[in-house]
């Protein structure tokens, strides 16, 4: 059974940092699409960012040049880095693996709110 664990969320002022990171089992971060979304109530998910199966990383134009995903191999997890936070990026956060693009992925985390207050 998949399991994708996110952790990190709060509530930051704008122009502050967080990391989220997200724990995955047992898929391993190695051979598979792994990413990061998000959601605002009365929304569609958005998709934030993800790694491709070669390596490659991919991200929404909203969050380029603010936002990082990195993963460590030996903890199978998945983090994003968002520096420089806005108001507009205040949602629920949801890590994603398998089969993953900025539409969907096959299995997907419970979810880590994310405030950004002006």
């Known amino acids: 059974q998949e399991q994708l664990v996110e952790s990190g969320g709060g509530s930051v002022q704008a122009g502050g940092s967080l990391r989220l990171s997200c724990a995955i089992s047992?898929?391993?971060?190695?051979?598979?699409?792994v990413g990061w979304f998000r959601q605002v109530p009365g929304k569609e998910r958005e998709g934030v960012g993800f790694?491709?199966?070669?390596?490659?990383?991919t991200y929404v134009d909203s969050v380029k040049g603010r936002f990082t995903i990195s993963k460590d191999v030996a903890k199978n997890v998945l983090y994003l880095q968002m520096n420089s936070l806005e108001n507009e990026d205040t949602a629920m956060y949801y890590c994603?693996?398998?089969?993953?693009?900025?539409?969907?992925?096959?299995?997907w985390g419970q979810g880590t709110q994310v405030t950004v207050s002006s």
């Open positions: 994603g693996a398998r089969h993953c693009s900025l539409l969907r992925c096959d299995f």
């Open positions: 047992p898929l391993p971060v190695t051979r598979n699409s």
């Open positions: 790694f491709a199966l070669n390596g490659s990383t």
